[in-house]
């Protein structure tokens, strides 16, 4: 048993993948020559030959030829009557080499021996995946969910590897059960308890990128650069994108016809909201391409202070703040400036602060209407009730109540 045991390990180290043959021959031979080591006391007197084309091995033990009475190692020396019984041409003196059954060396030898060439595949494979991995940081990976707990997932590829998928690093809507393909990015590979962790992430802005690299074949031939890459995961994303070739428009290149190329990354991404703008080293017009849709009607920049006034007619402030703040906090990180942005009064422009309805609108129904970009009674009602609801998480009839409070305020 122990024999089929240690020839079955042998095989399974054999058959490793990744592992060039001089590091599997060397490690294989070490394993080989400390057992040797700890029965003999050396290893000197042997020669170990590993096949690895056939999977097993040879040992082959140098001894010298001494007289009967003069035996003082066994391992090094042999009697001239044993010597003469493998070939009687022996003399004393000579070198005799036989070949070992190292199966012959008991039970407990074989096991350690098997432990320790156990012991060493653990390590070349776990070396050997930690180093694979390494060099595909940044690279999409296409794997099936294999186990889901509450705080990861874990993912194998096509050759059995697993992987980990933080709920961090997931998109706020994705849902997975065992089975499911899954496609997601190497951001970074560790070693923890000496075993390589490899992370996924389909929050990664780099994600966001590959698809990109994927669907558009201008930027992955390197004729359209991704300048820069801001997201808030399944929700909202702003690409920069500028072109090496004046006659490709790097936007509809990534747009495609009606929408082909960018909606299959839409979906990729959970629906997620993608805004793809022209970079430009004019900052006031990079500007006002990040607050799209919002049109703009003037900036002042504050270069020293990296900080933009941004200024727009009462009905695109909502349109350029987004829901809860995200197309201008996206749009900020996007250039680097700090963006305030502001109303233009008209001039017959009677409004009233909504700060003035406190006493009548409770203060968080308040700060939601301000998230959007609507601080006066006036901002709120250029809106529809409906528009209203799909740009807060107000509910209907807490926004009709809000309406109805307004408007009392000009119907006086």
């Not at 790097?250 to 793809?276: F, T, Y």
């Not at 402030?317 to 008209?346: C, H, P």
């Amino acid at each position: 048993m122990e024999y089929l045991n240690l020839i079955d390990t042998f095989s399974e180290f054999k058959e490793l993948k990744n592992i060039d043959r001089p590091t599997m021959m060397r490690v294989m031979e070490d394993v080989f020559r400390a057992t040797l080591i700890k029965l003999f006391g050396t290893d000197d007197n042997f020669d170990v030959i590993i096949n690895i084309d056939k999977g097993d091995f040879e040992i082959w033990r140098n001894r010298e030829v001494v007289y009967d009475d003069e035996l003082e190692d066994k391992n090094l020396q042999i009697t001239i009557s044993d010597a003469k019984k493998i070939d009687t041409d022996y003399e004393v003196g000579e070198d005799v080499t036989d070949e070992v059954n190292f199966f012959d060396f008991g039970r407990r030898a074989i096991l350690a021996l098997r432990q320790n060439l156990t012991s060493r595949i653990l390590e070349l494979e776990k070396d050997s995946l930690f180093g694979k991995y390494k060099d595909r940081i940044g690279e999409i990976i296409n794997g099936e969910v294999y186990q889901v707990w509450k705080k990861e997932i874990m993912v194998v590829d096509d050759e059995g590897n697993e992987l980990i998928l933080p709920k961090t690093e997931q998109i706020p809507s994705d849902y997975f059960r065992k089975g499911d393909t899954v496609k997601a990015v190497v951001v970074r590979v560790e070693m923890r308890n000496s075993t390589p962790l490899i992370i996924l992430s389909r929050t990664s802005p780099i994600f966001l990128e590959r698809l990109f690299e994927l669907e558009v074949p201008e930027i992955f031939d390197g004729l359209i650069i991704i300048k820069n890459i801001k997201r808030i995961p399944g929700e909202r994303a702003k690409v920069a994108v500028e072109s090496y070739d004046e006659r490709i428009d790097p936007v509809g290149a990534c747009v495609g016809m009606k929408g082909a190329r960018i909606h299959g990354i839409v979906r990729e991404l959970r629906n997620e909201n993608i805004d793809v703008i022209n970079y430009t080293a004019n900052t006031q017009l990079y500007i006002s391409r990040a607050l799209s849709p919002a049109k703009v009607s003037q900036i002042k920049l504050h270069e020293t202070e990296k900080r933009a006034d941004v200024y727009l007619e009462p009905d695109q402030v909502s349109l350029a703040i987004g829901k809860g703040g995200s197309n201008i906090k996206l749009a900020s990180q996007l250039i680097g400036y700090e963006i305030d942005v502001y109303r233009e009064a008209g001039e017959d422009d009677e409004d009233v602060d909504l700060e003035e309805f406190a006493d009548e609108i409770e203060s968080w129904v308040l700060d939601e209407l301000k998230n959007i970009g609507c601080d006066t009674a006036k901002s709120v009602l250029e809106l529809s009730v409906e528009e209203l609801v799909k740009r807060t998480d107000l509910e209907v009839e807490t926004i009709k109540d809000v309406v109805k409070i307004l408007k009392s305020e000009f119907d006086e």
